[in-house]
């Protein structure tokens, strides 16, 4: 049984640029959020998404925007790539209604 | 306040020691918790939900108090093994959209 799958697992963009990551969830697991992580910090919360719609999101720009497939697959897109943006990207999984939420190993992103 | 506050550390303890992490929360409406470890580059894993009763698993014990609105981990006999980064996870409400401390980095020694 494949946990959760990131891609890809590392970038360098340069400002101004536009990223999309992917993320496969565990099998069984239709609710996907998204996290960004700064080296030394938690993980923040991005957003998340059941039913292909996002239905909660934190404190993040419009920049930050997502998308989740039928198969509950899921899309992080950044627009307009800030150095600041530079930062682990974690997907995770959980099943609707459950708390433990599973990760993958997450998407390096380094902007330049 | 932010919202959820652990000490970052390192805690550096030799091997065979106990070591205890509080995490505060600001939250009065969180409703479930939960302790993470994250090995070094490496994706969150989860240790252990924490319930009202508190609740044991081999050497990892957890608890809450909610009138204090804090949660700890409390590590018996350290192993090299559990050197990491424990994140404390709170969960507000009903939309489960948790969030994270900064993470508490442990050390153990020969």
């Known amino acids: 049984d494949a946990g959760v799958t990131q891609s890809p697992t590392h970038l360098i963009k340069t400002r101004g640029q536009q990223v999309t990551l992917r993320c496969s969830p565990k099998?069984?697991?239709?609710?996907v959020s998204w996290y960004q992580q700064a080296l030394g910090q938690g993980p923040q919360f991005i957003f998340q998404?059941?039913?292909?719609?996002?239905?909660q999101r934190g404190n993040f720009p419009d920049r930050f925007s997502g998308h989740q497939f039928p198969n509950y697959s899921s899309e992080l897109n950044v627009n307009a790539l800030l150095l600041g943006d530079s930062a682990l990207y974690l997907c995770?999984?959980?099943?609707?209604?459950?708390?433990?939420?599973?990760f993958g190993e997450g998407s390096r992103l380094t902007v330049l | 306040r932010k919202e959820v506050e652990q000490d970052p550390g390192p805690f550096n303890v030799p091997e065979g020691a106990t070591v205890a992490f509080n995490c505060t929360y600001s939250n009065s409406a969180s409703q479930s918790f939960f302790w993470y470890r994250q090995d070094c580059r490496k994706e969150p894993k989860l240790l252990m939900s924490?319930?009202?009763s508190g609740n044991e698993d081999g050497r990892f014990t957890a608890q809450l108090n909610r009138a204090s609105q804090y949660i700890s981990l409390l590590i018996r006999d350290s192993k090299l093994s559990d050197s990491a980064t424990y994140l404390c996870v709170v969960n507000g409400g009903g939309s489960y959209i948790p969030t994270f401390g900064r993470g508490t980095s442990l050390i153990v020694h020969p």
């Open positions: 099998s069984g697991h239709d609710t």
């Open positions: 995770a999984s959980r099943p609707t209604g459950t708390g433990e939420l599973f």
């Open positions: 998404y059941y039913e292909e719609e996002e239905r």
């Open positions: 924490v319930y009202s």
